[in-house]
Nanobody, 124 residues
Framework: QVHVVESGGGSVQAGGSLRLTCAPTRAFFSDATGWFRQAPGRDREFVAAISRRDSSTYYADFAEGRFTISRDNAKNTMYLQMDNLQPTATAVYHC??????????????????WGQGTRVTVSS
């Protein structure tokens, strides 16, 4: 069974930065990978996605210009650099991967493999 594991969450003050990392626990290659987040009392929402094949990137409006998704195929690892964080970014961030999904999918239902999440807390 494939698992993906996130790391890098934590607590920062507004204006700070965090870099999240996602890696599979075994060899697993998916062209469609992305980040979602879930704030308390809210539905899980799309943050960003990236294609393993050509590194095309896709962002939610709130993430554009503030978050950067990237990946290192040699390490089979994906990253989410988050800068100028604001309290509205407080959430549990999940890594997701899919087989047979076109890269850039924004619906959580399209992804079959999920990590347990890493918590990000931004204080004002």
């Amino acid at each position: 069974q494939v698992h993906v594991v996130e790391s890098g969450g934590g607590s920062v003050q507004a204006g700070g930065s965090l870099r999240l990392t996602c890696a599979p626990t075994r060899a697993f290659f998916s062209d469609a990978t992305g980040w979602f987040r879930q704030a308390p009392g809210r539905d899980r929402e799309f943050v960003a996605a990236i294609s393993r094949r050509d590194s095309s990137t896709y962002y939610a409006d709130f993430a554009e210009g503030r978050f950067t998704i990237s990946r290192d195929n040699a390490k089979n690892t994906m990253y989410l650099q988050m800068d100028n964080l604001q309290p509205t970014a407080t959430a549990v961030y999940h890594c997701a991967a899919a087989l047979g999904l076109r890269p850039g999918g924004r619906a959580a239902s399209g992804y079959a493999y999920w990590g347990q999440g890493t918590r990000v807390t931004v204080s004002s």
